[in-house]
Each structure stands twice: as C-alpha cells, then as structure tokens.
C-alpha cells in the first residue's frame, strides 16, 4: 500500500508560488509520482506526473528528490482559481498495487 | 475527445433500497476504476478492472457492492441495499492501462435517507 501523507491545508495570495509537498516513504522502485487537482463537485483532474527529478508543464513543476521519499508540487503565480484539493498518488504503471489518495491539501488562494 | 461519463449525476434513495450507477470511459481506455469519496476525504478506491478482468476489489464491500464490467467497456456499480453511510460520490475513472493517469468522471452523487 503506496501510503502518502500531505499538509491538510495551505492558504496563500494571489501571484505567488505555492509548493505543496507530499512524503512516500515506502514508495517502490517502478512507481511513478502523479498530482491531481479537484475542484467542489468535479471528479479529480491530472496535473502533472514524474519518477524522479524535475518535470515541468504548462500548469505546475514536480520536484522529486534523489531518495523519491517525497516530492513537491509547485504551482507558480497562483490566482483564485487554483484554489482547491491537490492529491498526489503514488503507484506503477501496469501496477495491481493498490491506489490509494490520502486526504489531500486544500489550497484557498486568497486575493 | 470525449471525457469519463457517469450516469446519473445526483441519486435520493431510502435506507435498504438499491441503486445503480453507469459509467462509459474513456475509449480504449484498458483500466476502470469505480472510487467512493465521503465529504472531506480523500477518493477511496473500491475496485478497478482490467479489460472486463478485476485487479483489486479488496476494499469493495462485498456483502452490498457488486460491479461488472461484461464488454470491457461500460461499467455498472450497484448497491444493494444501502445504508446511511454509502451516502457519497462515486467516482468512475479509466486509464490506458492500469496506474497511468487517470482520467475522472464528473461523479454521482448518493444521498440515502
């Protein structure tokens, strides 16, 4: 069980960087590291995915350590409209190991 | 390309009553996924098919959920019969293949009274 554990929340102001970051001790050697973003009444939506050091997108950077104990979201230059839950879910692709999304960090960017 | 569809978007039923829940995913997407997410938590993964195979029901509350996936491709989750605490959103998702991305539906929403 590829169990993550997140800050429950986070509060920040519009136009500034927000990292957000998500420890995985027991993460296995083929799993990769994916965040998903949810908004009220929607089903989670993917943000960006990575194995190990840097990935970038339009949306977000991923940050992921030597050791991929932990990895961090980065959402530059936030506005009100990134506020909502972020969840990184740890797991391999083809993998039967089961997915599990922890509680999530709820983002409230504030004006 | 068309999303992760769910039918039907909100759900008021009794106690002890039964409900089902469709889903079509994406297509050619190998991997289905039916998730359980109760107010202010995290989605909870209650089982996930490969093809019209299952790779893991072992959170699936066997005893009232069922779900088939006869085509390999729609998918029905049923509950029967509900109790106060099934009251939720379930959430379908599908993914080329098993922990790639996934891709979810907008989810229906259960009520039981």
């Known amino acids: 069980l590829a169990k993550t554990t997140q800050p429950i929340s986070m509060d920040s102001y519009e136009g500034q960087e927000v990292n957000i970051t998500c420890s995985h001790n027991n993460i296995a050697t083929n799993d990769y590291i994916t965040w998903y973003q949810q908004f009220p009444s929607q089903g989670p939506r993917f943000i960006i995915q990575g194995y190990k050091t840097k990935v970038t997108n339009e949306v977000a950077s991923l940050f992921i350590p030597a050791d991929r104990k932990s990895s961090t979201l980065s959402l530059p230059r936030v506005s009100l409209s990134d506020t909502a839950v972020y969840y990184c879910?740890?797991?391999?692709?083809?993998?039967?190991?089961?997915?599990?999304f922890g509680s999530g960090t709820q983002l409230t960017v504030l004006p | 390309e068309a999303g992760v569809a769910q039918s039907p978007r909100y759900k008021i039923i009794e106690k002890r009553q039964s409900v089902a829940f469709w889903c079509n995913p994406i297509?050619?997407?190998?991997?289905l996924y039916w998730y359980q997410q109760i107010l202010g938590q995290g989605p909870k993964l209650l089982i996930q098919f490969q093809n019209n195979g299952v790779v893991d029901d072992s959170q699936l509350p066997k005893d009232r959920f069922s779900a088939e996936r006869l085509k390999g491709v729609d998918s029905t989750l049923k509950i029967q019969p509900a109790k106060l605490e099934d009251s939720a959103v379930y959430l379908c998702?599908?993914?080329?293949?098993?922990?790639?991305?996934?891709?979810f539906g907008a989810g229906t929403r259960l009520s039981v009274l």
């Open positions: 998702a599908s993914s080329f293949e098993g922990g790639d991305i996934q891709y």
């Open positions: 297509s050619g997407h190998a991997t």
């Open positions: 879910l740890v797991g391999g692709s083809g993998s039967a190991r089961q997915l599990t």
